[in-house]
Every structure is written in C-alpha cells, then in structure tokens.
C-alpha cells in the first residue's frame, strides 16, 4: 500500500538554530498536508501544498513540494521554544483522494 | 459547535468491558475519520466516513472493532471485549472535501482510554 515516510524521526536542536524534516511518498500525491502536534495537544493543520515544485512560508517555516510530487519538507528557520512538537505530513490516498495517509511524525525539541 | 468535539476525554475501563467514544464533528463537513495514538507514536489510521457512501473500514485492526455515523453527523466508536493492547488516544477529525481534493482536517482533543 501506500507508503509515507519522514525523516528524522528525532531532532534536538539549541535554540536558534535551523530544522528541517523531510517527507517521502511511494507514490505521487496530488496534495500534502503538514500538521504539528503540540505535547499533549492534537494534530492542527499548518499547511498545503499543491503544484509541484511550491514553495510556501509562514515566517520561519518554509515548505517545499518536490518537482515530481513524492516529496516535501519543512524548514524552521532560528528556532524557538514555541516550534516544539511533532511535525506530519499527510498526504491523500484512495481512487478519489478522500483519504489520508500519515507520516511517522518528527519529533522536534528545542533547547533554550 | 465551533470545532471538532470528543467525548469522554479519559476513559479507564476494565480488561473486557467494551467502551463507546463520541465524535461530534464541525457542522457542514460530510467526511470524518477516526486515527488512533499510541504514546510517542504516530497517527494510525481505523476508518473514515464520507457522506452517504459506504465507510472505509480498512484500518480497524480487529473485528472487536466497529464505527457508525448517524445521519452524517455524530459518529460513534465502539470497541468490544477491550484489551490492554487498545489503551490508546482516539482522535477524531472532520474535513469538508473540496471537489479538487484538497481540504484540511480538524481534530478533536482525542479520547484517551487506558485499560486496566
């Protein structure tokens, strides 16, 4: 079946500095989704990304979708105690896209 | 109501009891989608609704298992005969599809159940 995957599946990182977690799909996916999930907290959606080859920021964050559509990142640029979390992305599977498939998360902590 | 609401928030239960958890999603979104949570680990897929067309059932991992959603609304998740192995958070999310398929999903808080 479908298959997503993330990488890493952990990263510490000092205050400040930079993050990046990649996204990779077995298939092509016609959309992905990000979402972050604070400790305790449910998943809440930061993003989608559509074309291939999008760009898109949300001031520090920076999201990519690779050109051919099977992969995409995350980048957090100087990072702050409030960028803890996990971070997925998710992408739609089924004949009509209606369903969603989850990647295993990265696990972010930032140490101030 | 103005998000995604899931009851109870914690439920204990006993080692064979069965327990029912409620979704209420976000009024107007036709489909919904249950996940599951194992501590520190990620979003498992159980099942998922879309308007009047036939649920997908695919994730639920045993026939202990079982999801319904009545009149496109509110959506229940039973599990039977509960084993220890099912403590987990159950997270309930709702999207309103658009016809281009994009559309995000919203989750609930999540029901936490720990079985005994």
């Known amino acids: 079946g479908q298959q997503v995957m993330q990488i890493p599946q952990y990263q510490h990182v000092q205050e400040g500095e930079d993050f990046t977690t990649y996204c990779n799909s077995s298939?092509?996916?016609?959309?992905i989704q990000w979402y972050k999930q604070r400790p305790g907290g449910h998943p809440v959606f930061l993003i989608q990304l559509v074309k291939s080859g999008e760009v898109k920021k949300q001031k520090r964050l920076t999201f990519q979708f690779g050109e051919a559509k099977k992969n995409s990142s995350l980048h957090i640029t100087a990072t702050q105690t409030t960028d803890v979390g996990t971070y997925f992305c998710a992408g739609p599977i089924g004949n009509y896209g209606q369903n969603f498939v989850f990647g295993p998360g990265t696990r972010l902590s930032v140490l101030p | 109501g103005a998000g995604v609401s899931q009851s109870p928030s914690n439920k204990v239960t006993e080692k064979g009891k069965d327990v029912e958890l409620r979704c209420d999603p976000i009024?107007?979104?036709?489909?919904l989608y249950w996940y599951r949570q194992s501590l520190g680990q990620g979003l498992e897929f159980l099942i998922y609704?879309?308007?009047?067309?036939?649920?997908?059932k695919s994730g639920l991992p045993s026939d202990r298992f079982s999801a319904e959603r009545t009149g496109g609304s509110v959506s229940t998740l039973t599990i039977q005969r509960t084993q220890q192995e099912d403590s987990a958070v159950y997270l309930c999310a709702s999207r309103y599809k658009r016809g281009d398929n994009t559309g995000e999903l919203f989750f609930g808080e999540g029901s936490r159940l720990t079985v005994l």
């Open positions: 298939t092509t996916l016609s959309n």
């Open positions: 009024s107007g979104h036709t489909a």
């Open positions: 609704f879309q308007g009047n067309s036939a649920p997908d």
